[in-house]
């Protein structure tokens, strides 16, 4: 009788691969909380130009956001990568700390009693964010996803 190889990982592959994973979470969490700072800035400034209409904290929140999710999303895939080959999944299933993030500090906004005034910033910073987001996964499936066919 013949023994087959097992098919799949081994155990020490898997807690290899939960270890990048980690690391990799990390990074990327450090890389986007640095680049979520000029993220918030540049979104202030490109609102109204640096000239404070009362939104400055909407915005800048946005900004920092959207930037946050791309460098996370592209830094998480990229060392990732480094480890082994990855699939689309890798960095969409990477967005969803970052979209899980926007909804906690949208659900704290909606206690907020000028939240109607605020609904059309934070309207448009899930379009932004969604924007930033899925822009990381194409980028990161032009450089690092393995290629079907």
Same mark, same amino acid.
């Given at each position: 009788? =013949?023994?087959?190889?097992?098919?799949?990982?081994?155990?020490?592959? #898997?807690? !290899?691969? *939960?270890?990048?994973?980690?690391?990799? %979470?990390?990074?990327?969490?450090? %890389?986007?909380?640095?680049? %979520?700072? @000029?993220?918030?800035?540049?979104? *202030?400034?490109?609102? $109204?130009?640096?000239? %404070?209409?009362? /939104? !400055? #904290?909407?915005?800048?929140?946005?900004?920092?956001?959207?930037?946050? &999710?791309?460098?996370?999303?592209?830094?998480?895939?990229?060392? /990732?990568? =480094?480890?082994? =080959?990855?699939?689309?999944?890798?960095?969409? #299933?990477?967005?969803? @700390?970052?979209?899980?993030?926007?909804?906690?500090?949208?659900?704290?906004?909606?206690? !907020? @009693? $000028?939240? @109607?005034?605020?609904? !059309?910033?934070?309207?448009?910073?899930?379009?932004? #964010?969604?924007?930033?987001?899925?822009?990381?996964?194409?980028?990161?499936?032009?450089?690092? &996803?393995?290629?079907?066919?």
């Amino acid at each position: 009788m =013949k023994f087959m190889k097992p098919v799949g990982e081994t155990p020490g592959q #898997i807690r !290899d691969t *939960i270890t990048v994973a980690l690391v990799a %979470s990390m990074v990327a969490l450090a %890389s986007a909380l640095v680049a %979520s700072v @000029p993220g918030g800035v540049l979104g *202030i400034y490109l609102y $109204d130009r640096g000239m %404070s209409k009362g /939104n !400055d #904290i909407a915005v800048g929140m946005i900004g920092a956001l959207a930037a946050g &999710t791309f460098v996370f999303v592209t830094v998480f895939a990229w060392l /990732n990568n =480094k480890h082994h =080959k990855i699939g689309w999944r890798t960095p969409a #299933i990477a967005l969803i @700390p970052c979209f899980a993030l926007a909804a906690a500090l949208t659900w704290l906004e909606r206690m !907020d @009693p $000028d939240y @109607p005034y605020y609904s !059309d910033f934070v309207f448009a910073g899930w379009v932004v #964010i969604l924007v930033c987001g899925l822009l990381a996964v194409y980028v990161c499936s032009r450089f690092a &996803t393995r290629r079907s066919g």
